[in-house]
């Protein structure tokens, strides 16, 4: 069986002539003799999938027969890499037809002039450097180490994406660029042509009678297709919008199809909204890795189901940290309607090529998923990883921060980008911070300060004693007021118990300020050594201690007025009866209303199914309600408890917390109370 044997570039689908190589190729490390081993492709050759496992191999070589298809005959042949870690030079029947080099971007190669009568052969040298410093490889672990090198997984090398042939005309569409009117009711259209620059373009919306024909008389075409009746793509509904291409020319007939959604993300003030509805960003970060295939997935349904594992656990985007993803990853967040924050691979250390390598990979991003509705936010640099950690003390790495926004903004000025996420900012249109820390209790009084707009300045741990305080903003330019603010990075503990903890209470802070236009919680699932995953590396549930994230990241929360204390005692009182004010977060687009109800069980306790009926409170969207006092007392003979609290509404439950209560006649230690 062909692994990933499915088509690999939906948003620019020439299926109807294509031909997969993924499979088995002959493998040998630059030193070895002769062609002794087999590699799968496509999987790095330090997975147990790829049959190799080979590691810290800087230069290994790939080598298959094949055969183009008859049918393809009269046709240019090109050969196609989705990614190759880190430079290939490709060559068929001795003849060198492309050397590419960066490790996340995909390449190809018109190979026609280089075929011969039978069968083809085709041989890849790759180069994946030990040492990665001053390229782009994200997450990869570097010889000698990166400054991050802690959060850093096993190197990804040679092909690691799909490898395919395609057959078009000589003159052919390069690229079909898709985005929605501003008035969104027509779907704006341009396309690169390669090849002649005369023809006719046919654009056909599929399903409609919407079709134009232009004249080709330069290699770029621009149209605009209307949409009667436009039905906008939302999560709620992730409608898309197919558009038939055929390019027509002396050198033959070019069909290509692309699709898009109509939707709008713009940031107003100090809010992200989506076709004209405020966002509240509830987002995850993921990593893609996968326990046996590295940075490939195992098989298309092993991206639509990490997509799939967010949203059940209530979120709205996944931010794809560091990467480029296979676009396939893109085309299901399309479809399943899940919000996409989509960056580049980082470099390593500050130079002149680091910087030019970090910049390569922008304007391939851009052309290859640009016409994806499901991304609604672009990273560039993170947390000034291959700018030395040091954006405010440098202002040559200030200006390759601000020209790395000024380069994709000039590609795509439709969606908001962030120059340098977590930390100090230079040209930003989201001022988003990476804040980690242990305790509830100053974690909830810095993030207070910082959407209060007290301080603007924060605690970052870079070692055991080692903490420094990232300002927002690295030049006087970058403005700190007037900008959509995110926590784009957050969690704490060290077991399963300890970080849903904290993910329950740090998420609750998150939720108190309304000022507040999203975060991102790390993280999805676990990888290697790093245990801060929802789920195991499996993506397999781990034990929670009771925490369904799906209540955390809902539309409606509770946010209680409690300074916790550690898991398992929340609120520590010397008397059974207790009062807890409660207040409702609601990002609905109606007012919400309803009882709160209680109920008691033993702390890590199943929860309950009926609850007590209690006072009534209602909330109005994006506006976090004044307190509501809810008071019960300790089943008797009980000298702990969790208090489950559920808001009921019409019937149905819209809000689900708890808060575990232990009595004490002294002081105990550990107390994280201010």
Known sequence: MTPRAEYPRPHFDRSHTWSSLNGEWDFRADAEP??????????????????????????????????????????????????????????????????????????????????????????????????????????????????????CFTPSSGIWQSVWLEARPATHLAALSLRPSEGLDAIEVEARVAGRSEGVLRLTLRGTSTTVEIPVAA?????TLPVADPRLWRPEDPHLYHVDATLVSADGTDDVAAYTGLRRIEVIGEDLYLNGRRLFVRGVLDQGYWPRTGITAPGDAALRHDLELAAAAGYNLVRKHLKLEDPRFVHHADTLGILVWAEPAATGRFSAESVAAFEEQIAPMVERDGNSPAIVIWGLYNEEWGLDWDIPGDPAKQQAAARAYDLLKALDPTRPAVDNSGWTHVKTDLLDWHYYDESAASWGRTVAALLDGDQDDFPVRLGPDYVVRKKLAGVHSQPLRGLPN??????????????????????????????LAGYVYTELYDIEHESAG????????????????????????????????????????????????????HHGTEPVNGHLHTAWTPVFGPAPSDHGAGPWIEAKPFLLSTPVDVRTELPAGWTSGRLHLALVSDGVVVARSAVDVETHTAPLIGDDRP
Not at 492 to 506: K, P
């Open 34 to 151: 002769g062609w002794n081993r087999t590699i799968t492709v496509p999987f790095a050759w330090e997975t147990p999938a790829s049959g190799i496992e080979a590691h810290w191999l800087p230069v290994a070589w790939y080598r298959r027969q094949m055969t183009v298809p008859q049918a393809w005959a009269g046709q240019r042949v090109v050969l196609h890499f989705g990614a190759v870690h880190h430079e290939a030079t490709v060559w068929v029947n001795d003849i060198e037809v492309v050397t590419h080099r960066g490790g996340y971007t995909p390449f190809e190669a018109d190979i026609t002039d280089a075929l011969r009568d039978g069968a083809q052969e085709v041989v890849v040298r790759v180069s994946a450097p030990l040492d990665k410093r001053e390229i782009a490889h994200g997450k990869q672990r570097s010889i000698p180490r990166d400054d991050f090198d802690g959060v």
């Open 219 to 223: 290699r770029l075409v621009r149209a």
């Open 486 to 515: 995110l926590n784009s990075e957050y969690g704490g503990g060290f077991t399963s118990v300890e970080r849903a903890w904290h993910l329950r209470w740090q998420t609750q802070e998150l939720r108190r300020h309304d000022r």
């Open 534 to 585: 929802l789920l195991d590396f499996e993506r397999r549930v781990k034990d929670l201690a009771g925490v369904d994230p799906a209540h955390v990241n809902a539309t409606t929360t509770l946010v209680l007025d409690v300074v916790p204390v550690a898991p398992g005692r929340d609120l520590l009182t010397g008397m059974r009866e207790i009062t807890v004010p409660v207040r409702v977060s």
